[in-house]
């Protein structure tokens, strides 16, 4: 049944509020919390995910770290916490910076968390703003009724607003342009099957299921039309870091002749980055790959190799969506 009375999280009363993404779908679990240490803790155990989230959630924490006080230590310690959680999502440090310039620049006697947390709440507002602009600009993938793949999670729990891929999937569904979603189970910790399913059937968007190597099948046999999915980093170049696994859809949509796009916010570009060798790829412990399911599921003492993203170039990518416009190869994003 359509609910739109959940969100992933929100400022409230002087805590922040989030919505526990390790236990979805089964349990709805909200965390009420002031302390930035539990912020950062959530973000490493992908609590909190989602590059824009991820950003988000940041800002809020290092406000909340001067809330009894400020002092410039304790400030400067919260923002290394905050920023060595997730080293690609490049949101995050985007948020960061702009909450520490924004504090650098205010009086001493203003550097407060009454001030901070305004500033941290117009980064959350204006990502919502965007995540519209973003569904707007992507209603021209549709030609006509469409099946969509996509990967990852890109919705209400990777944002602070409808979302980016998802956003455009919601709006287009809403418009009579989206016929059936097929979502990757998104190996290894299954947002696609755990987290994307739950905001399809949030939004009553008929769907599908898939595990992440079916896909080849279904876009070899014609029955997906384009894929979407969002990123987490993009070079100035328009290499694209994203979930693992997006950067195979390109080649498989590149081979036969599908439209594959991206759909990011404008602060998912690294302008310092000229393509895939400048963007750091965070590898996560083994255990996630090897044990997630079931402790006893692999032996404990074998290697693995489990990077959280990969990189798609920009020539495997139809086009580059973000709330300021609609961006084609090769990319100019200035």
Known sequence: MKSDNWFSLKYSDGEVVFLDQTKLPAVEDYVHTQSYLRIAEAIKRLEIRGAPLIGIAAAYALALSVKQGYSQQLFNDSYLTLASTRPTAVNLFNCLNRMRDFCENLPENKRNFENLILEAIAIHKEDEQGCEAIAENGKKIFNSKSRVLTHCNTGKLATGGIGTAFGVILRGFEAGLVEMVFADETRPLF????????????????????????????????????????????????????????????????????????????????????????????????????????????????????????????????????????????????
Do not use: H, M, W
Request: net charge negative.
């Open 191 to 334: 947002q696609g099957l755990r987290l994307t399913s739950y905001e399809l059937s949030k939004s009553n968007i008929p769907f599908k299921v898939i595990p992440d190597s079916a896909a080849g099948v279904l876009i070899r046999d014609g029955k997906v039309d384009l894929v979407i999915t969002g990123a987490d980093r993009i070079a100035s170049n328009g290499d694209s870091a994203n979930k693992l696994g997006t950067f195979s859809l390109s080649v498989l949509c590149k081979t036969s002749g599908i439209p594959f796009y991206i759909a990011a916010p404008s602060s998912t570009i690294d302008f310092k980055a000229g393509g895939f060798e400048d963007i750091p790829i965070e590898e996560r412990s083994s255990d996630e790959l090897i044990q997630y399911l079931d402790p006893d599921l692999g032996f404990k003492n074998i290697d693995s190799f489990n990077p959280s993203f990969d990189v798609t170039p920009a020539e495997n990518i139809s086009g580059i969506i973000t709330e300021k416009g609609f961006y084609t190869y090769p990319y100019n994003f200035s």
